[in-house]
Nanobody
Framework: QVQLVESGGGLVQAGGSLRLSCAAS????????MGWFRQAPGKEREFAAA????????NYADSVKGRFTISRDNAKNTVYLQMNSLKPEDTAVYYC??????????????????WGQGTQVTVSS
């Protein structure tokens, strides 16, 4: 089992920044690719970003590319999502997730094994 706890969400004005953190415990963190997903009210959970277990490879949804940066610190068992130039449409609950198949960075929520409880991000216009 891997336990994931997100933090860092909040209310920010459009154009502002937030950094989300996701702390992992349980099994060896560096064995997992990590992803960030988000879910707005009335919408399906959607992929935002993913990072490989060593941190060398990343992948982003087109909607966040150039504004969000995913990173990880395996010594601290933590993955981050730096979010800049935030827009009202970025408002959602943000979840981190862990995936262990070693088939490359996954973008489907169903392909991830473990999830955090989520942290709310609200961007005001």
């Amino acid at each position: 089992q891997v336990q994931l706890v997100e933090s860092g969400g909040g209310l920010v004005q459009a154009g502002g920044s937030l950094r989300l953190s996701c702390a992992a415990s349980g099994r060896t963190f560096s064995n997992y690719d990590m992803g960030w997903f988000r879910q707005a009210p009335g919408k399906e959970r959607e992929f935002a970003a993913a990072i490989s277990r060593g941190g060398a490879n990343t992948n982003y949804a087109d909607s966040v590319k150039g504004r969000f940066t995913i990173s990880r610190d395996n010594a601290k068992n933590t993955v981050y999502l730096q979010m800049n130039s935030l827009k009202p449409e970025d408002t959602a609950v943000y979840y981190c997730a862990a995936e262990s198949t070693r088939l490359g960075l996954r973008v489907g929520a169903r392909e991830y094994d473990y999830w955090g409880q989520g942290t709310q991000v609200t961007v005001s216009s």
